[in-house]
């Protein structure tokens, strides 16, 4: 079945550690995003990319880096410069403009 | 600020009744899409409507679309147990740079079908 896999879903980050997102795709989708979403709220755009080797800082990139070596992979890097980073964070693909996006499961990120 | 606003925030109803969820926006799109999200998962796309349509149908969902209102409305018809979710509405207003499309997304609202 095609579809977005996100991985772990829970993760948990300890003070001053980078932690990595996993975020793989088999439906052959050029685009990628990723999303940060807190309780009570929306989604918030925080990396996308267009094509691979190529990707572009959203609303609230400060304290994440992303790559996109292969089209069918995203990763999103919580560094340790991101204070608050407790949330869901989803990825989501689409085939271009104007489309819908479809959804991982998402990543359950906590401090300990 | 958020462009999509739902309303109402929660929403509670028995089985078998109708849903309605409203959605207003702040500057012109493209189109709007409403989205779906059990607890704990991702967002499923249920329907989209351009700028230049009035009404869309999708099984039991109706969604309308007043672009002189900005405002977008979402019908659950017969409501199930399994409706229970949050709702979404996204609007695509921009290119984003390199291409593709950026949704901003509204708060959602949290709908509890009861037996």
């Known amino acids: 079945d095609g579809g977005i896999t996100q991985s772990p879903k829970y993760l948990f980050r300890k003070e001053g550690q980078n932690v990595t997102l996993s975020c793989e795709q088999n439906l052959n989708h050029d685009a990628m995003y990723w999303y940060r979403q807190d309780p009570g709220q929306g989604l918030r755009l925080i990396y996308y990319?267009?094509?691979?080797?190529?990707?572009q800082k959203g609303d609230i990139a400060e304290g994440y880096s992303v790559s996109r070596e292969k089209k069918e992979s995203f990763p999103l890097t919580v560094t340790s410069a991101q204070k608050n980073p407790t949330a869901f964070y989803l990825c989501?693909?689409?085939?271009?403009?104007?489309?819908?996006?479809?959804f991982g499961d998402g990543t359950r990120l906590s401090i300990l | 600020s958020q462009q999509g606003e739902e309303d109402p925030q929660a929403l509670s109803i028995q089985e078998g009744e109708n849903a309605t969820m409203n959605c207003s926006y702040k500057?012109?799109?493209?189109?709007l899409q409403w989205y779906r999200q059990n607890s704990g998962r991702g967002l499923v796309h249920l329907i989209l409507?351009?700028?230049?349509?009035r009404e869309k149908h999708s099984g039991r969902l109706r969604v309308t679309l007043d672009t002189s209102k900005k405002s977008s409305s979402l019908l659950i018809t017969a409501s199930r147990a399994a409706d229970t979710a949050s709702y979404f509405c996204?609007?695509?207003?921009?290119?984003?740079?390199?291409?593709?499309?950026?949704?901003?997304f509204g708060t959602g609202t949290q709908l509890k079908v009861e037996l």
């Open positions: 500057t012109s799109i493209n189109n």
């Open positions: 409507i351009r700028s230049n349509e």
């Open positions: 990319s267009q094509i691979v080797n190529d990707f």
């Open positions: 989501a693909s689409s085939w271009g403009v104007r489309q819908p996006q479809h």
């Open positions: 996204a609007t695509d207003s921009s290119i984003l740079t390199g291409g593709g499309n950026k949704l901003t």
